[in-house]
DNA sequence: GCCATAATTAACCGAATGGTACAATGCAGT
DNA sequence: ACTGCATTGTACCATTCGGTTAATTATGGC
């Protein structure tokens, strides 16, 4: 889309916009620029740690065009926010589980947040600093507002079926349960410093992920079996 | 100790010092006041997010003590941080598991770990803020430096001990154990706001914080109980 | 009482920061 | 080429904030 630009080949750098010389009027590749280096500031120190002049500098634009596109911090910071649930809810939708036995379901389901979550690092972060602000911005969002039930309703739909087939134990709480996978996805990557300092690295090289993997996996798939 | 002062009684606010009209010296009543208060607001805005200002003002203090004491704003950071650990880690010592039964012990050490976490919000939140630092001011603080392996020996023994009776899996990482006991509770008070904005508070009301409890509690004895 | 020192106050400072006013420039339609 | 609007550059501003200087007051030892 928006391929009316013509693309001059002089792209200099890593951004992705094509604003070059003089200057040349891009505001979408602007926008998108300001967005993708404000999350990462946003997510390497938090609201009141970032500074908006650090954002400009990295990319091509002043100051001024942050205010211009988001109003001010806050709008940025909000705007962030959205855009990283937003794009974290879309991976989501690419899990498919259909058709997979429960057990089988589960599994994937597990292994799938753990790896996602450490993969994107960046949102986890946002979500801490959010945490930290009490929730505050997430709830001003309307976008944020549509409960991903999804993931509720996919643990719904293995549990009844698991319990159905015997494999899992009756009376499950299906949020119970995602708040389990969460926790230990997520904790993993958002206490990672404070934990290897005190605990040493040895859960967080490759080795150590693979079997902390394993073993919540474990642990959840534990946690669901009938009691014997 | 620091019995010298003697105490006037016109005490008049929640302070504990007790300096009053126009100035009485009481330095160690300033420092702790300080840094009570320090804490209370580096665990509410963070690092960055905190006003050195705002903590003098909740005080019978001005700023400039604050600097006087703690040399800067990083200093008042760390002191509040050894603090903080050196308090968890005393509150960790009452903790005696000694002669319990193997799965009582863990059950037991399960249960107040969820507990003390609940009840030490700030300590929480100044842990995630840490994080979010990735841990470089723990890391230049000495007292942080004597690792606590104190709960892992715990562990380890509770581990041996439920093994010999067979009535744990053989094989358990004691630091994957402690790992996942920390995951769980840390994770019902970090991330309690975005949790509860996406899917609601019902975990967080009294009923659903016992019931939690009792999964992890659940969770954890399973995932230790031998492979049927 | 005197004196060195520790604790406290008051005033001040420079730099950084979020945000804005306004002019200049590109662009699309005619 | 003209016009109207969106976008960008430049310069500026008020305030906040961490931190300091220097004077002032208490305290404890003699």
Not at 18 to 23: A, K, V
Not at 52 to 57: L, P, Q, S
Not at 81 to 85: F, G, I, N, Q, V
Not at 106 to 119: A, G, M, Q, S
């Given at each position: 889309m928006?391929?009316?630009?013509k693309?001059?080949?002089?792209?200099?750098?890593h951004?992705?916009?094509?604003?070059?010389?003089?200057?040349?009027?891009?505001p979408?590749?602007?926008?998108a620029?300001?967005?993708?280096?404000a999350?990462?500031?946003?997510?390497?120190n938090g609201?009141?740690g970032?500074r908006?002049?650090?954002?400009?500098?990295r990319i091509?634009t002043?100051?001024?065009m942050?205010f211009?596109?988001f109003?001010d911090?806050e709008?940025?910071?909000?705007?962030v926010?959205?855009?990283?649930?937003r794009s974290v809810?879309?991976?989501?939708?690419?899990?498919n589980?259909?058709g997979?036995p429960?057990?089988?379901a589960?599994?994937?389901?597990?292994?799938?947040?753990?790896?996602?979550?450490?993969?994107n690092?960046?949102?986890i972060?946002l979500v801490?600093n959010?945490?930290?602000?009490?929730?505050?911005?997430?709830?001003?969002s309307?976008s944020?507002?549509?409960t991903n039930t999804?993931v509720?309703?996919q643990?719904?739909?293995?549990?009844?079926?698991?319990?159905?087939?015997?494999?899992f134990r009756?009376?499950l709480?299906?949020?119970?349960?995602?708040w389990?996978i969460?926790a230990?996805?997520?904790?993993n990557?958002s206490?990672?410093?404070?934990f290897?300092n005190?605990?040493?690295?040895?859960?967080?090289?490759?080795?150590?992920?693979i079997?902390?993997?394993?073993?919540i996996v474990?642990c959840?798939?534990?946690?669901?079996?009938?009691?014997?």
């Open positions: 928006k391929s009316k630009l693309k001059t080949m002089a792209d200099t750098a951004q992705t916009q094509n604003r070059i010389r003089s200057w040349k009027q891009d979408e590749a602007v926008r620029d300001i967005l993708r280096e999350t990462s500031e946003f997510a390497k609201l009141a970032t908006v002049k650090d954002i400009a500098d091509q002043s100051r001024r942050i211009y596109y109003g911090k709008g940025l910071y909000r705007a926010l959205e855009e990283a649930y809810r879309e991976a989501e939708e690419e899990l589980l259909d997979l429960p057990l089988d589960l599994v994937k389901l597990v292994e799938f947040t753990f790896d996602h979550h450490r993969r690092e960046d949102f972060r801490m959010e945490n930290i602000l009490n929730g505050q911005y997430m709830r001003q309307s944020l507002h549509m999804k509720i309703k643990l719904s739909r293995i549990c009844a079926a698991g319990e159905k087939d015997g494999v009756a009376g709480s299906p949020l119970e349960l995602h389990e969460s230990l996805s997520f904790f990557v206490n990672r410093a404070t290897s005190i605990f040493g690295n040895d859960l967080f090289t490759e080795e150590g992920q079997a902390l993997r394993d073993h474990d959840v798939i534990s946690s669901v079996r009938p009691k014997t």
